[in-house]
């Protein structure tokens, strides 16, 4: 692990001003444009560029010219037909020399692939350890919960470290035997699991003590955040990583800062009310697969609020979720950006409260499935939606009500989601 870095996330002040950030981009960016650009035959000519004026970059554009846009002198293809095997085998140890490749489904299907260097695990781990290891002076068993297991996550085993893979694609009974052994110290796993796993702690099947549980990978909202809270009895924190990198993590305080010590994040605005943006980043700790000038479609909501701890790296209210979820409601003056946050305190706040439910909006209809629901849950739903309709001044779309869930297995699902073409908002 890289120590230095390691120190610095748990001991460090971290950046007090958006001047020392801005100091800190520049100095990264004149060593990255020396020491890394020259050697990905792609941006070589750019290494005197201005960031914004780079190609820009999508996940589809990063994979067409992924060949050269790489420094490792890897090919597309042999990189898909490894991580390809890796996942299909589920033995993930095969690497192109000391770098390890992995692959990215993602919710819209298309396939990523993405690299990791020796130092780039390094300073990931690192990182955080840092952040999120209990106590530097204490052994500690890391249960982590994930969709496929890569190189990248094993950095973090040593002496002080027991860690243990849990494939989401096993089947749930399956992992609790093996949790309880394990009596993990931190508890690492995407929202969707980590609630199921609260509801098993809570009926008994299994009885956890974590000091740490650390949401990944999908958004954490309010109402699992409180279930997991309850049931595990720790403050849940959230890193927010994409195959892209650690966009994201709380701060002691609790709330997501932007990882602005390893990239420089700019905002592409969607909705002014707002301020929902999707993040540009220029990813200047990123040696073998380079980002630069790259567009996300995660929708992120910024808190204009200082933060009690004291860093100035930007705030982020929440994690709406992809782009291409957010809700977009026809109203007089225009269609309006109808948050998933917007939703949910909708349903959350019903007379009669609702266990679970999924809001899928496709064809501009909306259908709602509700767990549970008492007999009058309908109407209250109806009137709750018509008033939020009418707060944002647009019109309520058409509207079907469903009991019970829809046969969901894959648990990337999230509750609110739109079906359509992917919107291009550029
Ligand atoms: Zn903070």
Not at 312 to 323: F, W
Request: proline share 7%.
């Amino acid at each position: 692990m890289s120590l230095k870095a390691l120190l610095k996330t748990r001991y460090g002040k971290g950046f007090r001003t958006r001047e020392a950030i801005e100091a800190h981009h520049q100095r990264s960016f004149a060593r990255f444009r020396r020491a890394v650009m020259p050697r990905s035959p792609f941006y070589a000519d750019y290494a005197d560029t201005p960031l914004s004026d780079l190609p820009r970059m999508t996940k589809q554009t990063l994979m067409a010219h992924f060949t050269a846009i790489n420094t490792c002198g890897i090919d597309r293809e042999k990189a898909f037909e490894i991580a390809l095997r890796s996942e299909q085998s589920r033995d993930f140890s095969p690497m192109i020399g000391d770098v390890s490749v992995g692959l990215s489904t993602g919710t819209s299907g298309q396939r990523g692939l993405f690299l990791a260097t020796p130092k780039e695990r390094k300073l990931w781990a690192a990182i955080l350890a840092g952040r999120f290891w209990p106590n530097l002076a204490r052994p500690q068993r890391v249960a982590f919960f994930m969709r496929a297991d890569n190189a990248l996550y094993r950095t973090l085993g040593n002496p002080l470290l027991r860690f243990e893979f849990f494939d989401l694609l096993d089947p749930f009974d399956t992992h609790l035997p093996r949790l309880q052994a394990l009596a993990p110290t931190v508890l690492i796993a995407p929202a969707s699991m980590l609630k199921v796993l609260a509801i098993a702690q809570n009926s008994g099947q299994i009885a956890l003590s974590p000091k740490r549980v650390i949401s990944v990978a999908e958004t954490l909202s309010p109402e699992d955040r409180d279930i997991a809270k309850q049931a595990f009895n720790c403050q849940i924190d959230e890193v927010y990583q994409a195959t892209e990198g650690v966009l994201a993590f709380t701060c002691q305080e609790g709330n997501l800062h932007l990882n602005e010590a390893w990239m420089r994040i700019e905002r592409d605005i969607i909705d002014p009310q707002t301020g929902a943006f999707c993040p540009i980043i220029h990813d200047f700790t990123r040696e073998s697969l380079l980002l630069l000038n790259y567009r996300l479609n995660d929708v992120l909501i910024p808190n204009p609020d200082p933060c009690p701890c004291g860093s100035a790296c930007m705030r982020i209210a929440r994690i709406e979720g992809r782009e291409d979820d957010a809700l977009w409601w026809d109203g007089p003056n225009g269609a309006k950006m109808v948050s998933a946050e917007a939703i949910r305190t909708t349903i959350a706040c019903l007379p009669s409260p609702i266990t679970d439910y999924r809001v899928i909006e496709k064809d501009k209809h909306l259908t709602i499935w509700l767990e549970d629901a008492a007999p009058e849950s309908e109407t209250e739903l109806r009137h709750a939606f018509a008033a939020l309709a009418a707060r944002l001044d647009v019109n309520l779309p058409a509207l079907t009500i469903r009991n019970g869930l829809p046969a969901e297995p894959d648990f990337k699902r999230r509750r609110i989601r739109v079906e359509r073409q992917p919107r291009h908002c550029e």
